[in-house]
């Protein structure tokens, strides 16, 4: 159990933004007040402002004067200008994130990318959950001579990309493109979700320092809890 009394600002944002996820606090209704956050997680009220203007910052929340802060829609926002990872960007800022390991095999090759034609590769199937709950279905395939060897375990402790480097094989660049889709009826029972919920669909090719295909990562996002950005200057 956390220990509030020692918690900072940060950890507490990521709480409440936990509550959220869970219903604890619904969209459009109220949180509780300053005063009240502040004695339950036993701190300054200056400690609260300071979480809560976390969530304000990344629109979880509004507030209204002489009302207080009201939760909106969640998402979690990813800019699409970054290279992102579920290890380095998305886990570090919620509470309890874990990786389930559906299913790594070896195949022989994907028809419709030439690079991948006729080679042995891997497919590793992972779900990204945060507090049990389904984020992400990601699908790796990676030529089995740039991951030769490894672990169970380290499929969901690793990055794919930490691990194809203690192979000498460093990732540099990547291209992804990105559409919305709905679920199919296996995506609906993967990530508990209605044949209704929005997911983004993104297909990621990742290269090395030699310019080699390294990885093709397909990812379906769920479009509740994920938005993307792109900032821009005139």
């Known amino acids: 159990m956390t ?17 959220i996820h869970t219903g604890d606090y619904s ?14 997680f036993e701190v300054t009220r200056t400690t609260i402002r300071k979480a809560l203007n976390i969530l304000k910052q990344k629109g979880t929340i509004d507030s209204f004067q002489g009302k207080g ?4 829609q969640l998402h979690w926002e990813q800019s699409l200008l970054q290279f992102y990872s579920f290890g380095h960007n998305i886990a570090e800022n919620i509470l309890n994130p874990a990786t389930k390991l559906l299913s790594y095999q070896k195949i022989n090759g994907l028809k419709n990318i030439n690079e991948f034609l006729n080679i042995e590769l891997w497919e590793i199937i ?12 990601e699908t790796s395939y990676i030529p089995v001579k740039y991951l030769p ?15 194809m480097k203690k192979n000498n094989v460093n990732i540099i660049k990547a291209k992804e493109y990105l559409e919305p889709v709905l679920p199919s009826l296996e995506d609906q029972e993967i990530l508990g979700i209605n044949e209704d919920t929005p997911l983004f669909q993104t297909i990621r090719y990742t290269y090395d320092s030699d310019q080699r295909l390294t990885e093709v990562r397909e990812s379906l996002i769920r479009g509740d809890y994920f938005r993307f950005s792109v900032e821009m200057t005139l």
């Open 69 to 72: 802060y009201i939760v909106r």
């Open 149 to 163: 060897q490894f672990e169970a375990d380290e499929l969901k402790q690793n990055s794919l990309y930490n691990l």
């Open 27 to 40: 969209p459009g209704t109220y949180l509780p007040s300053e005063n009240q956050l502040a004695r339950e």
């Open 126 to 137: 992972r779900l990204r959950l945060m507090n049990e709950n389904p984020l992400i279905l």
């Open 3 to 19: 220990d509030y009394s020692l918690a900072s600002y940060k950890i507490i944002a990521s709480e409440i933004t936990q509550r």
